[in-house]
């Protein structure tokens, strides 16, 4: 059974700053893919950031962006120029690629930006 | 475009009474088909989950139950509910297994 483990309850950072958000899974698979969403205090589910795992290239989306480490099984989600706007809960997610397509999630990083 | 719809948006129900959550989808066919909680403050638990119509995997065993009926409808139920089951109730969609899901708003559960 696959796990997603993200060990970071909560986290601070500056208006501007860049913060990292750590996330390991634990799976026996070779092929899955890899997210992270966010959540708003409207508690809308918004992907931020997606990663197959058969490619080596690190994801980027604009601020976002993710340093993956398959051997390791760990999937960071870096936050460059931390903007007010990115405060909400940050869940990694973990699917599967087989019949089953099963979409697992983390406990979640409670991220607050501040002024 | 691809829609999920979800309702109701909260519900108070007291204990021992039933319950059903609806969720559908719009502009795809044949989507995978989740149901998570969400308790306050925490992380989301897939309750179920569906490849096809009639096919339910249940991950933890509890007090509800879910069910297909049609290629773009998800019903979570529930004969009796229990307090324990109050909690933010999310249906999401995903259109295979290499392709993010989309959720749904959400259901605010209140047992009372």
Redesign the interface.
Known sequence: AQTVT?SQPEMSVQEAETVTLSCTYDTSESNY?L?WYKQPPS???I?VI?Q?AYKQQNATENRFSVNFQKAAKSFSLKISDSQLGDTAMY?C?F??????????????T?LQVTL | SQTIHQWPATLVQPVGSPLSLECTVEGTSNPNLYWYRQAAGRGLQLLFYSVGIGQISSEVPQNLSASRPQDRQFILSSKKLLLSDSGFYLCAWSAGANTEAFFGQGTRLTVV
Do not use: D, V
């Not at chain 1, 699917?95 to 979640?108: D, E, P, R, V």
């Open positions: 993200q893919y997210f508690r809308q589910m992907l997606r197959e869940f997610a699917m599967s690629t087989g019949t089953a397509s099963k979409l697992t999630f983390g406990t979640g409670r």
